[in-house]
Every structure is written in C-alpha cells, then in structure tokens.
C-alpha cells in the first residue's frame, strides 16, 4: 500500500500554505512553464486577505513512487468542525511552529485533537532564517506541550526538521541549510506509518463535501477498508441509524490539485464520489448487504448566537441583488450543508433567523462571504449561549494570549481584568512579554479595537474556547453614547465641521445618510441626535471670519469584525455589497423614547 495521509498543522501565519507550495514545486507537480503564483491552496479571496485557511483542502503529490495526500487544516478554533473531519482521514500529522514564536494557542487545540486521536506528528521549525529566532528554545517548547497534552512515549519521540520554507530548503540541523526540501519528504515516508486496512466489508466516512453545479453533491471522505468500484450498489448510513440503498455513478482521486476519474479505489486511499444523494458529512458509505456504520464525527457546539434579518433600512436593495428572505433562508440553508458547527432556527418574524456558530470570526466569514455574493442583510449584537449544567448557569469560558511590549503590558492587564479576566501566566519573551488569561467569551467581544487603541497598535491577541464554567457577573460595555442621524440626506463639511467636539465620527462629507443611522461615537455616555445634513445657508453679505476653512478630522471606518463587536443592544450592523453600516433598530427618535419609558 503505498499511500501516506498526512494532515499539516499550523498556526495562523507559520507558513504553512508556502510550505504545501514548495512541496507541490519540489514533486515537479506543474511543467516548466506553468506559474500558479503563491499561495496555491489558499484559494479563496478571503482566505488569501486575511491570511487563514478556513477550509480544509487536500492535494496530492508522488515521490519516489509513493503517493502523499497532504491535508491542508484550518488554524483556528472557531473553524473546529473541520478540523475534527480533517484528522479523520489522516496517519500522522505534521506540526509546523514558528522558530521565533513557538507553539501558539490556535496551534495548541489541534494539536490536541491529534494527540488524542493517536496520530504520530513530525515537528517542522520554520523561518529559521529569521533573525532573533530560537529554534532549541521552541524544540524543547514544542516537547512540553506535548507532554501537558499527554502524548504517548511513541508521539514524544518525535523527528524535527528545521527549515525556511519561503527559501525553500529542509534539513535535519538548522546550522547547515539545504538546498531542498527533500528531507522532509524522506522523513514523511519514514515516519507516518501507512494506512491500517482492516478486513472486512467496504466502509468510508464522509468527511467532507463539495457542490458542482453539473453533477450536484459530491462525498469526500477516505475508504477505511474494501474497496469501491464504479457502478457499485452501496449502502447510505445515516447518523440516525436509518438505511439508505444508493449506487455509485464516478468515483475520482486527488492528483495534485485536481480529481482524477478512476474505476476502482482501494483501502487507505481519500477519493471523491458522485451519484449518491441525500448525504450528510458523518454519514458511512457501507457495503450493500451487510452494511456496518462507522462512529459519526462529534463536532464541539455553538458557542455564540446572532440575529440575521433582511435588510429593511431606508436604503435597501439599492447596492445587493438578494435581499428577500427567501433569498436569505436559502442561502443559510446551503451553508448548513457544508458548514458543520453552524445551526439556524428560525424566530417568531418569518424575515429573521437566529444562527449559531463558534465564535465571531466564524460569523464574520460566513457574512463576509454573503456580502461579497451580493446579499443584503442585518445582524444584530452576537450573544453568548447560556447553559444551565447540574442547575447552575454556566457561560463560556475562553484561553486569551496577549503579546505586548512591555512598556504596554499593565494596560493590558488592567483591560483584561476590568473584563472580568484571571491571569494564568506572564513571562518575558525576547523583547515583548507573553500574556495567558481565562476570560469569559463575553469579555472577549469588543476587547480588541480598545486593546490596540491602549496598546499603540502594538497587541497581538488570540483566544481559543476552553469550557463552560459558571456565570462571572456582570462586565462592563461600552460607555460612550452613539451620534444618531436626525434627518436623512448628503452629509456637509459645514455641519460636520461644527459638530466635531461631539465625538468621533464614522463618516465622511458627501455621504448619504438616513434617519437612525449611527454616524458617530458620543464623547459621553448618553445617545445624541445631531443633524448631519444641514447646508450652509448664503446670503448677500459677507462677514470677515467666517468663511473659514474647515478641517475634518479623517473618519473611523469599521471592519465587519469591529462593528460587529462595537454596535449595542438596540443597534443593528446594516451590511450590503459595498457598505457597513451601524443603525437604530428603531429610526424614529420618537419611537426610541416611547421604547425607553415603557
């Protein structure tokens, strides 16, 4: 059997897509003349902006004639539910670390998940090239965290490949570079042991799934044991226990980074197959007359909630093609297919549904990806999931890393303890100083725009969920008030310019407007109406002085992310193909005082 599945695990931004880029280049996998650019496995716009992989992709590449299927696995816990699917289908893992910042949190919760599962890791250290870097330190670092998992002697006793993967060399010793990355690929083959088949009748687990418009569904997954043919009668088991008899039409393989269609694919081998309908990813492929079901996928729960609604301000369906909520339950639907740790349950209002998800940034993909599809929509405030367990409210708790340098570190301490925050660990490392917190997820939301803002920009933040503990108490929010939009219109320099010692605005001059828009941020604590849209008035007579020239501060502009984080109770994140926007729920200042005396 001479197949090796491997599964690359990484932190955000370690460089483990170059490296998967390299290897492709190394096993001569495109002709001479062909330039696929950076980045190949990060193909998605969002992926390649923010620099995350959020989809678990596979390639396949062969050297010296064995053939490595390298799965490429999201870094970040919000994104949990592929990274459960992703180990699934691999023999060993390899676990890449930054030789300057060593084994980070998000890189900690796979790691995990892999250790626990038993898979065999090989470590890489990469950017030694780097200066300032500490491959030894991060070796041993690397070993303890290990060992705090409670990895077997067999997993301790793991192979270390230093390399630069941008450079693109490997080798055994970081004081003597190489010239390729052949070593890795011979410590692949040494290392991650081959695929175990089990005899017995067929069985594979759908681990992922992927829509073509041309053939519909298609099921990914890897053949545990049997084989599978074209044309072959299977069995569908459902995670419910229920039985459904279906045929295979074609069946492909990965090579490189397409599929191959094939005829038959044994034991050990991930293939992609067609014609099956009604599949869920968790559900067995089982042969036809005994069929045995495989355990499904556990996948972690929700964590965070949000409202999504049609967009029903002043200034709908001027920028988005879809913006019913037909086109919004559809749409959320076909994300469930594909979207593990997502749920949608619809509420009383047949426009809104409250969608679950891991975290913010699980969200914000899912709304960016709409947004960039032409959908309008609304989102309110993201709320944390309350559970009662063993009659106590508990409240998810999150692990927070702070790194600052350290003239910025108290403020940092205090930010995060105002938020209900307990210090874990603080230690120096080369100039900055490394902070560990529990944290409850309610004190992480809106955290990270007023830790940059107190940290000169200088903060890098991670955090990764941990468990349910019991309820904290009450955190505080936000304090300062919103400027809200008193009549619609074009926004003025004249108005603006008078109105700049109330706050910090959100918009420019020259932008339309509506009434209940959140334009702005109070310089205290309470809501105020301010008009935007007032023109200067001209009259025949000139006055010295007040003709001058007015200076406007530059706006504050919102990512997805931060206004998401930022709005309030009563507010709602309006957000179209080429805008965000912050509003009232309720536009009429009328409405809103009524609101308030009841």
């Given at each position: 059997?001479?197949?090796?599945?491997?599964?690359?695990?990484?932190?955000?931004?370690?460089?483990?897509?170059?490296?998967?880029?390299?290897?492709?280049?190394?096993?001569?996998?495109?002709?001479?003349?062909?330039?696929?650019?950076?980045?190949?496995?990060?193909?998605?716009?969002?992926?390649?902006?923010?620099?995350?992989?959020?989809?678990?992709?596979?390639?396949?590449?062969?050297?010296n004639?064995?053939?490595?299927?390298?799965?490429d696995?999201?870094?970040?816990?919000?994104?949990?539910?592929?990274?459960?699917?992703?180990?699934?289908?691999?023999?060993?893992?390899?676990?890449?670390?930054?030789?300057?910042?060593?084994?980070m949190?998000?890189?900690r919760?796979?790691?995990?998940?892999?250790?626990?599962?038993?898979?065999?890791?090989?470590?890489?250290?990469?950017?030694?090239?780097?200066?300032?870097?500490?491959?030894?330190?991060?070796?041993?670092?690397?070993?303890?965290?290990?060992?705090?998992?409670?990895?077997?002697?067999?997993?301790?006793?793991?192979?270390?490949?230093?390399?630069?993967?941008?450079?693109?060399?490997?080798?055994?010793?970081?004081k003597?570079?190489?010239?390729?990355?052949?070593?890795?690929?011979?410590?692949?083959?040494?290392?991650?042991?081959?695929?175990?088949?089990?005899?017995?009748?067929?069985?594979?687990?759908?681990?992922?799934?992927?829509?073509?418009?041309?053939?519909?569904?298609?099921?990914?997954g890897?053949?545990?044991?049997?084989?599978?043919?074209?044309?072959?009668?299977?069995?569908?088991?459902?995670?419910?226990?229920?039985?459904?008899?279906?045929?295979?039409?074609?069946?492909?393989?990965?090579?490189?980074?397409?599929?191959?269609?094939?005829?038959?694919?044994?034991?050990?081998?991930?293939?992609?197959?067609?014609?099956?309908?009604?599949?869920?990813?968790?559900?067995?492929?089982?042969?036809?007359?005994?069929?045995?079901?495989?355990?499904?996928?556990?996948?972690?729960?929700?964590?965070?909630?949000?409202?999504?609604?049609?967009?029903?301000?002043?200034?709908?369906?001027?920028?988005?093609?879809?913006?019913?909520?037909?086109?919004?339950?559809?749409?959320?639907?076909?994300?469930?297919?594909?979207?593990?740790?997502?749920?949608?349950?619809?509420?009383?209002?047949a426009?809104?549904?409250?969608?679950?998800?891991?975290?913010?940034?699980?969200?914000?993909?899912?709304?960016?990806?709409?947004?960039r599809?032409?959908?309008?929509?609304?989102?309110?405030?993201?709320?944390?999931?309350?559970?009662?367990?063993?009659?106590?409210?508990?409240?998810?708790?999150?692990?927070?890393?702070?790194?600052?340098?350290?003239?910025?570190?108290?403020?940092?301490i205090?930010?995060?303890?105002?938020?209900?925050?307990?210090?874990?660990?603080?230690?120096?490392?080369?100039?900055?100083?490394?902070l560990?917190?529990?944290?409850?997820?309610?004190?992480?939301?809106?955290?990270?725009?007023n830790?940059?803002?107190a940290?000169?920009?200088?903060?890098?933040?991670?955090?990764?969920?941990?468990?349910?503990?019991?309820?904290?108490?009450?955190?505080?929010?936000?304090?300062?008030?919103?400027?809200?939009?008193?009549?619609?219109?074009?926004?003025?320099?004249?108005?603006?310019?008078?109105?700049?010692?109330?706050?910090?605005?959100?918009?420019?001059?020259?932008?339309?407007?509506?009434?209940?828009?959140v334009?702005?941020?109070?310089?205290?604590?309470?809501?105020?109406?301010?008009?935007?849209?007032?023109?200067k008035?001209?009259?025949?007579?000139?006055?010295?002085g007040?003709?001058?020239?007015?200076?406007?501060?530059?706006?504050?502009?919102?990512?997805?992310?931060?206004?998401?984080?930022?709005?309030?109770?009563?507010?709602?994140?309006?957000?179209?193909?080429?805008?965000?926007?912050?509003?009232?729920?309720?536009?009429?200042?009328?409405?809103?005082?009524?609101?308030?005396k009841?």
């Amino acid at each position: 059997m001479n197949i090796r599945n491997i599964a690359i695990i990484a932190h955000v931004d370690h460089g483990k897509t170059t490296l998967v880029d390299k290897i492709l280049h190394q096993t001569k996998l495109f002709k001479d003349h062909e330039t696929p650019g950076e980045l190949i496995l990060d193909n998605n716009d969002l992926e390649r902006e923010r620099g995350i992989t959020i989809l678990a992709k596979n390639v396949s590449v062969t050297y010296n004639g064995i053939k490595i299927n390298i799965i490429d696995t999201p870094g970040h816990s919000d994104f949990g539910g592929e990274v459960e699917r992703v180990l699934n289908m691999a023999d060993g893992v390899l676990l890449l670390v930054d030789a300057f910042e060593g084994p980070m949190p998000q890189t900690r919760f796979v790691l995990q998940k892999a250790i626990q599962m038993g898979k065999k890791p090989i470590v890489v250290i990469n950017k030694v090239d780097k200066p300032n870097c500490r491959p030894d330190e991060v070796h041993e670092m690397v070993f303890e965290l290990m060992f705090s998992l409670e990895a077997t002697e067999d997993q301790l006793d793991f192979p270390t490949i230093y390399g630069s993967a941008k450079n693109g060399w490997m080798a055994r010793d970081f004081k003597t570079p190489g010239e390729d990355i052949i070593p890795l690929l011979d410590a692949i083959l040494e290392h991650i042991p081959e695929p175990v088949v089990m005899p017995g009748s067929l069985q594979m687990l759908i681990t992922s799934l992927d829509y073509s418009s041309y053939v519909g569904r298609i099921a990914i997954g890897r053949v545990n044991r049997g084989a599978l043919k074209t044309g072959q009668p299977v069995s569908l088991c459902k995670r419910d226990g229920k039985i459904i008899r279906s045929r295979i039409k074609e069946l492909y393989i990965f090579q490189g980074m397409t599929r191959v269609k094939t005829e038959e694919v044994l034991a050990g081998d991930i293939c992609a197959l067609v014609g099956i309908e009604g599949f869920d990813i968790g559900d067995t492929i089982a042969d036809f007359e005994n069929p045995e079901p495989l355990d499904p996928i556990s996948i972690d729960e929700p964590t965070m909630s949000m409202l999504f609604t049609i967009n029903n301000s002043p200034f709908f369906g001027k920028e988005g093609k879809f913006v019913t909520s037909r086109h919004l339950k559809e749409r959320l639907d076909k994300e469930l297919e594909k979207n593990l740790a997502l749920r949608v349950e619809p509420t009383d209002s047949a426009d809104s549904f409250m969608v679950y998800g891991r975290g913010i940034l699980h969200l914000s993909v899912l709304i960016e990806t709409m947004r960039r599809e032409g959908y309008e929509l609304q989102v309110g405030q993201p709320q944390v999931i309350i559970k009662e367990i063993g009659g106590e409210k508990c409240e998810p708790i999150e692990q927070l890393t702070i790194d600052v340098p350290e003239e910025y570190s108290g403020r940092a301490i205090e930010m995060v303890t105002q938020r209900r925050g307990e210090m874990l660990n603080m230690e120096r490392r080369g100039e900055r100083i490394h902070l560990e917190f529990k944290i409850p997820s309610r004190g992480i939301i809106g955290m990270s725009s007023n830790m940059l803002t107190a940290t000169a920009g200088e903060a890098v933040v991670s955090h990764r969920f941990i468990a349910y503990e019991p309820y904290k108490g009450k955190i505080e929010s936000r304090t300062n008030g919103s400027l809200i939009v008193l009549e619609g219109g074009t926004t003025f320099a004249y108005s603006l310019g008078k109105l700049q010692d109330r706050g910090r605005f959100f918009i420019g001059e020259h932008e339309e407007v509506y009434e209940g828009m959140v334009v702005g941020e109070n310089s205290r604590p309470d809501d105020m109406v301010i008009n935007v849209t007032r023109p200067k008035k001209l009259t025949n007579f000139r006055a010295s002085g007040s003709d001058d020239k007015i200076v406007l501060a530059p706006p504050t502009r919102f990512s997805l992310e931060e206004a998401m984080e930022y709005m309030q109770k009563d507010e709602y994140v309006e957000i179209t193909p080429s805008a965000i926007r912050i509003r009232k729920i309720l536009l009429k200042e009328f409405e809103r005082k009524r609101q308030g005396k009841n």
